[in-house]
Nanobody, 122 residues
Framework: QSQFVETGGGLVQPGGSLRLSCVAS????????IGWFRQAPGKEREGVAC????????SIADSVKDRLTISRDNAKNTVYLQMNSLKAEDTAVYYC???????????????WGQGTQVTVSS
């Protein structure tokens, strides 16, 4: 079964940092754009960052711009999300998924993992 395994979430105080990892299981990340998404309780899943298949292109949502950085290591089959200056509103389950392009809508992303919980609270 092809899916991602997301790790690195946890409880962090406002202003703190976390680094999430997304490892592909059962398939290679080569030639796939990888997106990070999050879903807070009672809200729809939203995209926060995406990186192109070779890492040359990245896009970050305006709501988290300047605080989140996405990167990838194809040799390790892993994509990372570095989150700094975390706020309470960043609390959500974070997921990664793959697609042919970062320009595609969320419905065209696949291989969703179980997600990792990020809680920002004092």
């Amino acid at each position: 079964q092809s899916q991602f395994v997301e790790t690195g979430g946890g409880l962090v105080q406002p202003g703190g940092s976390l680094r999430l990892s997304c490892v592909a299981s059962g398939f290679t990340l080569d030639y796939r754009a990888i997106g990070w998404f999050r879903q807070a309780p009672g809200k729809e899943r939203e995209g926060v960052a995406c990186i192109g298949d070779r890492g040359g292109h990245t896009s970050i949502a305006d709501s988290v711009k300047d605080r989140l950085t996405i990167s990838r290591d194809n040799a390790k089959n892993t994509v990372y999300l570095q989150m700094n200056s975390l706020k309470a509103e960043d609390t959500a389950v974070y997921y990664c998924a793959a697609s042919g392009s970062c320009a595609f809508s969320i419905s065209r992303f696949d291989s969703w993992g179980q997600g990792t919980q990020v809680t920002v609270s004092s």
